[in-house]
């Protein structure tokens, strides 16, 4: 078994903050992906303040080995209500920047589109100020529903590419690389204005000349935003880790990726795609795009 490093050790958080921010989610009916991902910042960002919801959830209708979330081939229709009560929470804990992700909801023609953007809606109409992230599924290429979600103007559309091409059969069997390039594609090419960024796990048996391919493909569909982080294995039944990666390779791949031309890099073993994601309200100062 390949023992956890230091560098990977999380300091247990205080716990007034982040019951009050889990006192706000319980009373609101709401799901985080921090809670049902196990991220292992949870304590960080809820001490904080901030939280990446989980919307249409918490089952999901894809089985990543590599995924805490759970499984379930049909899962309950949408709530009508879940929009509102995410937004009354991002008002009541005076967000700058919201997160808003999903499970997949293959069962869904639209793959969940509608309710994006009725989260989107809801959020504008209770905090006009407050930028709006969305971390979207691949919508199994429906590429009307994306262009729906795009025109409800969220500041940031991410979608995760995860892995390299070679371990997607094995770590996102219902995945599909050149899918994933081509949603930021098109996200770019609909509206330009908005920024774009994914995400990639580490640890998992790819070398780095693949992860640098891998943020070359996400530079040629012009990704402005990049995350990567250590790969955790949530349970026993999970994907095992192959490899702690340590803090010198994050730190070069950051560096790499800066020369290439993101925009931004967060690289470090504890990042996650909604790590310090409110450090796009600065990203966007210095990088100003016009509207529609």
Not at 44 to 59: H, K, S, V
Not at 164 to 184: F, I
Not at 220 to 234: A, E, K, M, N, R
Not at 246 to 275: C, D, H, M
Request: glycine share 6%; aromatic share 6%; charged share 25%.
């Amino acid at each position: 078994m390949t023992v956890k490093p230091d560098w990977l050790r999380v300091k247990a958080p205080g716990r007034e903050r982040i019951g009050n921010v889990k006192d706000i989610l319980r009373d609101l009916a709401l799901n985080t992906v921090c809670e049902e991902a196990s991220c292992p910042n949870i304590g960080e960002c809820f001490n904080a303040g901030t939280a990446t919801f989980l919307i249409m959830g918490p089952a999901c209708t894809r089985a990543c080995p590599y995924c805490d979330i759970d499984f379930e081939k049909k899962p309950k229709p949408l709530d009508s209500t879940e929009p509102t009560r995410l937004a009354e929470a991002v008002r009541r804990m005076k967000l700058n920047h919201v997160v808003i992700t999903s499970v997949n909801r293959d069962d869904l023609a639209d793959g969940g589109a509608s309710q994006f953007i009725a989260c989107i809606n809801a959020v504008r109409s209770v905090s006009s100020n407050t930028t709006i992230e969305v971390l979207i599924p691949d919508l199994c290429g429906n590429w009307n529903a994306l262009e729906l979600i795009l025109q409800a103007a969220p500041e940031v559309l991410n979608h995760n590419t995860e892995t390299v091409p070679r371990l997607y059969r094995r770590v996102r069997p219902q995945g599909n690389y050149d899918r994933t390039l081509e949603l930021l594609q098109r996200t770019r090419q609909l509206s330009p204005s908005t920024y774009t960024k994914s995400g990639i796990m580490v640890g998992l048996g790819e070398t780095d000349v693949e992860i640098r391919q891998v943020m070359q493909d996400l530079r040629t569909v012009d990704c402005d935003i990049l995350t990567i982080g250590q790969y955790l294995q949530p349970s026993q039944k999970h994907l095992q880790v192959n490899e702690f990666i340590n803090p010198e390779q994050f730190a070069a791949w950051k560096a790499f990726g800066k020369e290439i031309g993101f925009l931004q890099v967060v690289s470090s073993p504890l990042t996650r795609s909604s790590y310090h994601a409110e450090q796009v309200r600065e990203l966007m100062e210095r990088y100003p795009r016009s509207q529609f």
